[in-house]
């Protein structure tokens, strides 16, 4: 995930905490280790392999036995190991990391490749959204880790100089209002008018986080489209109008994305709490100019929105599944060890009495006096409870196809959408 190579580059050198390193999948006696030892074998990717890390050696203090071999990989070569690896359950790591959005996707393909940790997870202590993330067919494939709640930054040097105040923009139409405003009298440091927010208009991520506000994803419980649902239409057309509006700028990419934070070009960006690691990096120099506000609102939507997160799976054939477990279970609910992880790494917990840490309640000054962090803990919790998709990532190419369609080349929202629910429902079935 981009937010997590971007926390990488900035915590280069962080690695080293006196654990072992490698690969394998040795531990206990009967595979080489001494004797009384378990050694669990664990892969992630450069800052959840961090968090890891600290909990091993927290975890340490009180199971001694327990040894750990990390190895550091990137998503796609977790991917490409599971996806040769878990129907025999040879050749893999004891715990992995694995992204939020493809879990469901292995846990249909590998009924039995992760370790059904049902017993030992909570559900009343986690993000209901993240909850459902890791559930699929009556059982729990993960332990739910960092989540996405998404809010609005702003720059409230540019509100101000427009004179548009936070508290008016109550929908996404004030929004409109206020973008033409902000166009009208702010400009960047290189003298070109400031924008609202950035757009992707050939990706769903702006008609989609609309639609998620009606509490509503791409398929329903049955693994039915809701692409031609009322509110799903409500939705696109709020996108359609907004861009249309003129007040986004087109960005292409994660690095052009950057650059509006960079370039200073952009009055608001909608984006889960992990945009704060990037703004405070891409943009030194605007300390004490954002802070952060709820999302506009559309008619009959009640719901917030996430982007992003990832969970810790077990290995359905470890050698050792109650030490996995208990480890897992220790990294993923001590709520010292998950506020560290959001105040080093950038990850921000899924389980909800972390949120009475200190961090939580202090915010950051980079965000001015306000507590940047309360409206994220208060939007976590209204996500929608979604039912998981094993289908969800490869319908969003289509999607994003048909929004490129209307917002590029102007296509009508109701025709291409009827048309899209017709070519999913055959594609899925």
């Known amino acids: 995930m981009k937010k997590k190579r971007l926390m990488a580059s900035l915590l280069a050198g962080v690695m080293s905490l006196g654990l072992l390193t490698g690969c394998g999948g040795k531990g206990g006696p009967e595979n080489g280790g001494k004797d009384g030892e378990v050694e669990l074998t664990v892969w992630a990717w450069d800052v959840a392999l961090m968090q890891l890390q600290d909990a091993a050696a927290e975890y340490q203090k009180t199971h001694p036995e327990v040894k750990f071999v990390f190895e550091e990989m990137g998503t796609e070569q977790i991917y490409n190991k599971l996806s040769t690896s878990l129907a025999t359950g040879n050749g893999i790591a004891d715990v992995i990391a694995v992204e939020g959005e493809v879990l469901v996707g292995y846990a249909d393909k590998f009924p039995q490749g992760f370790l059904d940790v049902t017993d030992a997870v909570d559900a009343d202590q986690f993000l209901p959204s993240k909850m459902s993330e890791v559930s699929y067919k009556d059982k729990v494939h993960a332990f739910p880790w960092d989540a996405g709640p998404v809010a609005m930054f702003y720059r409230t040097d540019y509100f101000e100089q427009a004179g548009v105040q936070a508290e008016d923009i109550q929908t996404w139409d004030d ?255």
């Open 175 to 429: 929004l409109i209002e206020a973008g033409k405003k902000i166009e009208a009298v702010c400009k960047t440091p290189a003298g070109d008018p400031v924008k609202m927010l950035p757009v992707r208009p050939n990706k769903p991520g702006l008609y989609a986080m609309i639609r998620n506000q009606f509490g509503i994803s791409t398929f329903d419980e049955n693994g039915k489209p809701l692409i031609n649902d009322e509110r799903s239409l409500k939705a696109m057309h709020m996108a359609d109008k907004i861009y249309d509006s003129g007040i986004g700028l087109n960005y292409n990419g994660w690095d052009e994305y950057e650059q509006t934070v960079v370039n200073e070009s952009v009055a608001c960006i909608p984006e889960a709490i992990w945009m704060i690691g990037t703004i405070k990096d891409k943009g030194p120099e605007t300390a004490g100019k954002w802070a952060a506000m709820d999302l506009p609102s559309i008619d009959g939507g009640t719901y917030s929105c996430s982007n992003g997160g990832s969970d810790l799976a077990i290995n359905g054939k470890t050698k050792h599944p109650d030490v996995a477990k208990d480890f897992c279970k220790f990294a993923m609910t001590d709520p010292k060890l998950q506020s560290s992880g959001f105040e080093k790494y950038g990850l921000y917990p899924s389980y909800i009495p972390s949120y009475e840490e200190e961090i939580f309640s202090k915010g950051d000054p980079f965000f001015g006096e306000g507590n940047v962090y309360e409206i994220f803990i208060e939007n976590g919790q209204k996500v929608a409870n979604t039912p998981a998709n094993v289908n969800n990532n490869e319908a969003n190419d289509y999607i994003g196809t048909a929004v490129s369609d209307i917002m590029l080349n102007g296509a009508d929202v109701d025709t291409v959408f009827e048309n899209l629910q017709k070519e999913l429902e055959t594609k899925f079935n």
